[in-house]
């Protein structure tokens, strides 16, 4: 049963992580978002945001939401480059679902844990590290590339994390399911 409520995301989405707006933010009461990087901002070794994410963290920006960048990544130059491009502070290593660079990003924030939510795609490390800080944690789909040959594995691990955590009694009904619209 503890496995379960550590496992388990206050909300998934069903979509990317571009689809979280500042109305869903204040239904949920939240004041800040330590974003994970690979796979939840940008695909796997990109350097470049979209115009699509960079856009949304702008809007973010002028609402009165904190953000950070945590990232297991070890790359300075690369998840530096990234934070860079849409001027926020990040955090490197996390280790996650080690607690101790979340309670880094949260001091950096001056947000009380109980406002802040933890937005990744990744069920043991990003929604395992923020539940067991007492996070609002938020399941978003990967950003991948369709030719990316680290798709398969990316998608192998999370479909494995996915099945293990159903048979323990995980939930993983989108509480919002957007489909994009193409313009």
Not at 18 to 41: A, N, S
Not at 48 to 76: A, M
Not at 83 to 88: C, H, R, Y
Request: with cysteine; net charge neutral.
């Amino acid at each position: 049963m503890m496995l379960v409520k550590l496992l388990q995301p206050n909300l998934v989405l069903g979509g990317p992580v571009t689809l979280i707006t500042p109305d869903m933010l204040e239904q949920y009461y939240l004041k800040g978002l330590i974003l994970d990087v690979d796979e939840t901002l940008v695909p796997w070794h990109h350097s470049e945001v979209s115009e699509q994410l960079s856009d949304w963290i702008e809007q973010l920006k002028n609402s009165p939401i904190s953000l950070c960048l945590v990232s297991n990544n070890l790359s300075h130059e690369r998840i530096g480059s990234i934070a860079k491009s849409l001027d926020l502070p990040y955090l490197l290593g996390a280790g996650k679902p080690s607690r101790r660079k979340l309670k880094k990003a949260l001091e950096q924030m001056n947000v009380p844990a109980s406002s802040v939510a933890m937005v990744g795609d990744r069920l043991f490390t990003d929604v395992l590290a923020g539940n067991r800080l007492g996070l609002f944690t938020i399941l978003v789909e990967p950003m991948v590339e369709d030719n990316q040959t680290h798709k398969n594995w990316t998608h192998w691990v999370r479909n494995l994390e996915i099945r293990i955590s159903r048979l323990i009694g995980v939930s993983f009904k989108p509480q919002h399911n957007f489909t994009q619209v193409d313009k």
